[in-house]
């Protein structure tokens, strides 16, 4: 039982990081507005989010588990990024998509935060940060998992 409650823990504990970026902006990372801009544009969660990299928990976020129709727009610009017909359930907490609607509308930069090399997925147009991608998605989709943070996205469902 005891080996059992380390390994949740453990797991628990990669889980939480898996998508988490507390760097700041990377020097690869240019804004296209100040900081300050975005700062009165946003709201609070989604300036941390973007602007500074953070991150939300896992299965405390807005669109880990909606299942319903339509597309994810930018929550800074309002530009389509992905689709429900993308989305899959990852496991981990956290929005994930096999591809962006658009692979143009994004960039993958490298993050090196916490001692791992992962890849950034940014707003290409605006250089703000939406998640991470991992080679660990569905294999017969492509195999990639864009885990994103739901506070980067407004979710516009289908009429």
């Known amino acids: 039982m005891k080996t ?5 823990i453990a797991l628990s504990i990669l889980i939480a990081f898996g998508c988490q970026n507390t760097n700041g902006q990377d020097a690869k990372r240019k804004l296209s507005k100040p900081a ?16 500074e990299s953070g991150t939300e928990p896992p299965y405390q976020n807005e669109y880990w588990n909606n299942h319903e129709k ?32 658009n692979p143009k509308k994004v960039a993958i930069i490298t993050d090196n935060s916490y001692g791992m090399s992962r ?6 147009s605006t250089g703000l940060h939406l998640g991470h991608v991992f080679d660990d998605g569905p294999a017969d989709r492509g195999g990639k998992r864009y885990c994103m943070n739901s506070g980067a996205l407004k979710f516009i469902k289908k009429p």
Do not use: C, R
């Open 4 to 8: 059992l409650i380390l390994t949740v």
């Open 36 to 51: 300050g801009e975005w700062k009165k544009m946003l709201t609070s969660n989604q300036y941390h989010i973007m602007v």
């Open 70 to 101: 339509g597309v994810y727009v930018s929550a800074a610009t309002g530009d389509t990024l992905f689709t429900s017909d993308d989305k899959f359930d990852s496991g981990t907490g956290w929005p994930s998509f096999v591809k962006p609607v």
């Open 119 to 124: 890849d950034e997925v940014i707003e290409k």
